[in-house]
């Protein structure tokens, strides 16, 4: 099993930048992918960013050249570096690992961006 703990979340002002981190309770290592998802109100929940265990990462095309994910193994955590934030990036924003046959969810934390 994996459990994830997200923080960093918070309100900022349109232009800002944010960082948030998922902290997982196991070698994220051995784990296949982690992404960062979010969910705003009324919508479905998206994909922001992923990255493999090998280092590739992904990328919504809304997010590209604000948002950077990064991982460190030595911390067991998964970072969205979120800059040039804008109103419609408010959202929960979930962290997600992929783990042998299961997928994990963190308990989400709250971006608001204020225009």
């Known amino acids: 099993q994996v459990q994830l703990v997200e923080s960093g979340g918070g309100l900022v002002q349109a232009g800002g930048s944010l960082r948030l981190s998922c902290a997982a309770s196991r070698s994220i290592f051995s784990i296949n992918a982690m992404g960062w998802y979010r969910q705003a109100p009324g919508k479905q929940r998206e994909l922001v960013a992923a990255?493999?265990?090998?280092?590739?990462?992904n990328y919504a095309d809304s997010v590209k050249g604000r948002f950077t994910i990064s991982r460190d193994n030595a911390k067991n955590t998964v970072y969205l570096q979120m800059n040039s934030l804008k109103p419609e990036d408010t959202a929960v924003y979930y962290c997600?690992?992929?783990?042998?046959?299961?997928?994990?969810w963190g308990q989400g934390t709250q971006v608001t961006v204020s225009s």
């Open positions: 997600n690992a992929a783990f042998r046959v299961r997928t994990y």
């Open positions: 990255i493999t265990s090998g280092g590739f990462t």
